[in-house]
């Protein structure tokens, strides 16, 4: 089993910056896609950016393309995601996710965070 832990939410302003953290433990292999999604007020649960297993970053969503930035720290077993010029349209629970093997599409994801809200006032 493993255990997704979600840090570094809050409220900002537009423009601002956050940095969301995700520590994972329990039985962590190291060989499995992490993600972040997003679901906001009335939506659809968003996959924002995803990092392989090979350290590969994979694609962001068009809408926070050049704004976030996904990372891990293998030796702490973390995944970040940097968010700046937020935007109030990024309001959202966002959320960790770990898939499986090299996918990460919503419907491969294994394990899922809490989640961490994220407001951004305009």
């Known amino acids: 089993q493993v255990q997704l832990v979600e840090s570094g939410g809050g409220s900002v302003q537009a423009g601002g910056s956050l940095r969301l953290a995700c520590a994972a433990s329990?039985?962590?292999?190291?060989?499995?896609?992490m993600a972040w999604f997003r679901q906001g007020p009335g939506k659809e649960r968003e996959r924002v950016a995803a990092?392989?297993?090979?350290?590969?970053?994979?694609s962001y969503a068009d809408s926070v393309k050049g704004r976030f930035s996904i990372s891990q720290d293998n030796a702490k077993n973390t995944v970040y995601l940097q968010m700046n010029s937020l935007k109030p349209d990024d309001t959202a629970m966002y959320y960790c996710?770990?898939?499986?093997?090299?996918?990460?599409?919503?419907?491969?994801?294994?394990?899922w965070g809490q989640g961490t809200q994220v407001t951004v006032s305009s």
């Open positions: 329990g039985y962590t292999s190291g060989h499995n896609c």
């Open positions: 996710a770990q898939g499986s093997g090299s996918w990460c599409t919503r419907a491969r994801i294994k394990y």
């Open positions: 990092i392989y297993p090979s350290g590969v970053i994979g």
